[in-house]
């Protein structure tokens, strides 16, 4: 099958994630490259063929998550920006200030947002206070996902991926990685956990529950 062109008019900015809330409505973050590093954020609600930029300030906004009983949200520099109506309008929520956040997980009220720097925080109320969890290292962290309401992955730059049992509150290392490469995102699809990254790596293995 042939691709259709669904590009913004915009051509410098830098489209970081994307996401179909149905089969009309989706949308796209990023950012503008310079000094500022502006957020951007675009919406469509035929399938992709017009997009609509959306007034929602910010530095560099991350990665977009949403599923069952979760309003899309995503995260800029030092907050949470979701949305309850499909993304016509948006709120934001403080996380941890003066940390550029990039990914961010829910499941039920536990929530868990990562970034630049080794950043970490958990969330036990769907948002709407974060405490902040000191990991090791300096990587850039730029996926989150949970499984349930204890288990959950981080992973980032050096082909670091850290897995918590209790909610995010203590983190260790998973793996080894059969290559210890830039990771860009986790995610899972059944009881598997998928992990791909630079130069075409895509690894995946069975999630085992602690008992």
Known sequence: DE??????????????????LTDSIAIVTGLKPGSNMEGVLYRSTDGGKTWIKLDVPGMGFGELCAGKGI???FQSYGRLNYSTDKGA??????????KPGRATAF??????????DAMCAISSDRGKTWTPVPLEGGASLTS???FNDSLGYVAGTGGVLMVTQDGGKSWKKDGPLPEPVDIAKLAIA?????VAGANGFVFYKPIVQPK
Do not use: H, M
């Open 190 to 194: 059944g009881n598997k956990l998928f």
């Open 71 to 73: 309003p899309v949200c």
């Open 107 to 116: 499941y039920n009220n536990t929530g868990i947002i990562c970034g630049n």
């Open 3 to 20: 691709w259709e062109d669904r590009s913004l008019k915009d051509s410098t900015v830098w489209l970081t994630s994307g996401i179909f």
């Open 89 to 98: 309008t948006w709120q934001s929520l403080v996380t941890v200030s003066g």
């Open 144 to 146: 989150a996902v949970l």
